[in-house]
């Protein structure tokens, strides 16, 4: 079964870059996409085919994907981004979704 | 304003039973594939399953096939699952959520999602 491995917590100061990474085998043929969850509310989606932002997500978040890593960079970091975030992928060999085990974002 | 809004949830015993509901709003509801995810307290996202835009084709994850049953009804703009023989490792956050753009095949990114309602398995 198909397995993406995330660390589970990055820290970063205001104002400085995260990058959140995604690992798979062989990611880089794979359509990645991207969640943020905040306790209690929806998860949100910020990046979807690898690097694209849905309309109303800044330009501080970006995505790139090659090889055996993913990366979710968010730019400019805001208290606001604290957040729980997931890369998500479709395993077409067993017709299923799946998540990696999530990155906890804080913001120091 | 395309919104889901999921009910449903509650305690209830092992071996028991429990329908989740998902109603939706907004956009055109029949045109689009349809996901369960879920979240158990203190871990992550969890796909549970999907269903296509006329309820022809479903998808299970391994830990719940034969047990839980996802179904639509068009007509009322509603996702529902069906959950039976509940186990423990069934408590969780159940989220709906949307396939993000209409594809005969489904595309699988999700947007949105609803805001979830807490299942709870225990005697």
């Known amino acids: 079964s198909y397995v993406l491995t995330q660390p589970p917590s990055v820290s970063v100061a205001p104002g400085q870059t995260a990058r959140i990474t995604c690992g798979g085998n062989n990611i880089g043929s794979e359509s990645v996409h991207w969640n943020q969850h905040k306790p209690g509310q929806a998860p949100v989606l910020v990046i979807y085919y690898d690097r694209d932002r849905p309309s109303g997500i800044p330009e501080r978040f970006s995505g790139s994907n090659s090889g055996n890593t993913a990366t979710l960079t968010i730019s400019r970091v805001e208290a606001g981004d604290e957040a729980d975030y997931y890369c998500?992928?479709?395993?077409?060999?067993?017709?299923?979704?799946?998540f990696g085990g999530g990155t906890k974002l804080s913001v120091l | 304003e395309v919104q889901l809004v999921e009910s449903g949830g509650g305690l209830v015993q092992p071996g028991g039973s429990l329908r989740l509901s998902c109603a939706a709003s907004g956009f055109s509801f029949s045109s689009y594939w349809m996901h369960w995810v879920r979240q158990a307290p203190g871990k992550g996202l969890v796909w549970v399953s999907r269903i296509n835009s006329d309820g022809s084709t479903t998808n299970y994850a391994d830990s719940v096939k034969g047990r839980f049953t996802i179904s639509r009804d068009n007509a009322k703009d509603t996702l529902y699952l069906q959950m039976s023989s509940l186990r423990a490792e069934d408590t969780a956050v159940y989220y709906c959520?949307?396939?993000?753009?209409?594809?005969?095949?489904?595309?699988?990114?999700?947007?949105?999602w609803g805001q979830g309602t807490l299942v709870t398995v225990s005697s």
């Open positions: 998500q992928v479709w395993d077409s060999t067993r017709d299923r979704v799946v």
């Open positions: 959520a949307r396939d993000g753009a209409i594809q005969p095949r489904g595309v699988s990114w999700f947007a949105p």
